[in-house]
């Protein structure tokens, strides 16, 4: 499995934004779901949405409203929007697709 890679993130204070990529080259990145997860210290990794090839997405209801999640006309990049960003969203953030190995993870740190 191809890993995607990530870029993106870095420190931002409580109510700012940040927006991330994941990409890959992969024709069956394309072709299937990918998924945006993220993990904070001491917690388990958490789905944080999904879309699907044709576009929709969907959202943990914490975030529902404040992400967004897209893909560019190829396909191959997937951005995650984040708007009003509090502190608990603070985590590493990965994105995955369906048949595709993690991306390497990007820290995004939300200052009160």
């Known amino acids: 499995q191809v890993q995607p890679v990530q870029s993106g993130g870095g420190l931002v204070q409580e109510g700012g934004s940040l927006r991330l990529s994941c990409s890959s080259h992969?024709?069956?990145?394309?072709?299937?779901?990918v998924h945006w997860y993220r993990q904070a210290p001491g917690k388990q990794r958490e789905l944080v949405g999904s879309i699907s090839p044709i576009g929709s997405a969907t959202y943990v209801d914490s975030v529902q409203g404040r992400f967004t999640i897209s893909r560019d006309n190829a396909g191959l990049i997937i951005y995650l929007q984040m708007n009003d960003l509090q502190p608990e969203d603070t985590a590493v953030y990965y994105c995955?697709?369906?048949?595709?190995?993690w991306g390497q993870g990007t820290q995004v740190t939300v200052s009160p």
């Open positions: 995955k697709g369906e048949f595709s190995g």
């Open positions: 992969e024709n069956i990145f394309r072709r299937y779901s």
